[in-house]
């Protein structure tokens, strides 16, 4: 029952890019956290479609997208693979968690209210669990890496807010039925840029 | 599928008044963790609907009402922007968290426990429902702020007895067709009276 | 809609089993973490029920097992009551944990595998929620232990590959019809050894 935005395979693409960025997000936390592969595997995975898992089952959505595409599930394990082999500067680990983590930031909090918009909740909740997608996986990363939640942080980084702005943005789209074609670009550019804006002016 | 204990607006305004005083509890919490004005508002509304979501998405009863009604959701926000003005003195605000606790863990364990009943559910998954809704938001709340759930710890005061005491005596109500109009408050004002009793005595 | 492989009392038999013996080892680490017996009961359930919980709300199969079965409920307390009277000599503790987690590893991992596959999800995932049945549980003791998840610390025995191999086992078991009488065995303890292997060679 979802709205039909675009054809299926963009779709489908948004999100393979989305899952891959978070879950290259999460298996550099791993390997900060001096995890093995297997806990980068898992991080990978929980931080790339843990957003999506949390919005899925609130929907009702069950069996989440995550457990019935093979493609959603394997994205994170070949970032993890990447990230094994290709992170011998540490010292720009940091930089890159946070540009990847910006793209995915911009894509989930529009795909989220997108999906749950289009299984009936209203522009206030799906723009909620769009902000919930987004961030969720983030939030399950940092639980089980035995962290503060980013997210909650006082000395980070603004990080919710262009979330929010994006979902938001999307979801009056939704409202005025112009969420279509080239404009689904908007919310998502626009909350990306935010989020680098915010990066490197705090 | 609810039982028809009260009228709607009578169950919904005890549902309010719950959300209300566990979200100042929570976005206390955020104070004394200095958070920011954000991490309030995630610690009000997960400490105030995370119980209940918890409760809904395991009896099946999805979208869970915290992402159907806008009262819900709106409440925990309300108490956030109050605790964001009104909390200059700081030695008062553990005495607060503690009374206003008590009332939601009365409240919550009780329309917790009828609401699984009302779902199909047996006596005592019924009250281990109601009892989970009414501590499962401040589990969620201390995991999310990174700190060991205070109703584990053996330092602290009598926290889950009382919604125990609550949730059995509702159940046992149910059981007997009695849990109607003003008898509603005995398990509700059961578990407060004993929380408070705990506090001052332990 | 389950997959019909044994009499409904063995397979709950081995339930039951895997449930205690998880439990055992989720009150036992109430017991170090100095947690009351409210704590190490919620732990025990935590531990023995959570793995289940997570797989049954992923594949829509709500009231979970946990939530409609009195034998799967009662069982950590049970387990609670054992360890309470009975843990007396401290030092024998981490051993005692280590066999008891890893018969349950392996009955879960499997039980958990069987169940999925039985709702229609595609032997991948199917055995992913075997791993998830078999250390969810796990993860969500330590998080409310507030600890590292020990699934995730480099430092730590091997605890995943057993289960991972469990899991395929069983998954490559169904897919060729093979998983009845005897044969489920077979997974079962090629998990229980790999692991108590792991335990004693690293």
């Known amino acids: 029952m979802l709205t039909d935005l675009f054809s299926p395979s963009v779709q489908h693409s948004l999100d393979i890019a989305g899952i891959f960025v978070f879950a290259i997000s999460g298996a550099l936390l791993a390997v900060r956290k001096n995890f093995d592969v297997f806990g980068m595997a898992v991080l990978a995975e929980v931080t790339a479609l843990g957003g999506g898992l949390i919005r899925d089952v609130i929907i009702g959505a069950v069996p989440p997208a995550a457990f019935t595409d093979l493609g959603y ?31 995915g930031l911009g894509l989930f909090c529009v795909t989220g209210t997108v999906k749950a918009y289009g299984h009936g909740l209203g522009l206030v909740f799906a723009a909620t669990l769009g902000l919930a997608t987004a961030v969720g996986g983030g ?63 705090h």
Chains 1, 2, 3 share one sequence.
């Open 139 to 201: 939030v399950l990363r940092d639980i089980l890496a035995h962290e503060v939640p980013s997210l909650l942080r006082w000395d980070r980084d603004l990080y919710a807010v262009p979330a929010m702005v994006g979902a938001a943005l999307a979801a009056l789209l939704l409202r005025f039925g112009a969420l279509d074609g080239l404009a689904y670009a908007v919310p998502v550019v626009t909350a990306f840029v935010l989020r680098l804006l915010a990066m490197r002016f």
């Open 73 to 103: 599930f394997l994205t994170p394990l070949l970032a993890t693979v990447i990230v094994f082999f290709l992170h011998p500067e540490v010292e720009r680990i940091t930089k890159a968690v946070g540009v990847f983590d910006a793209a």
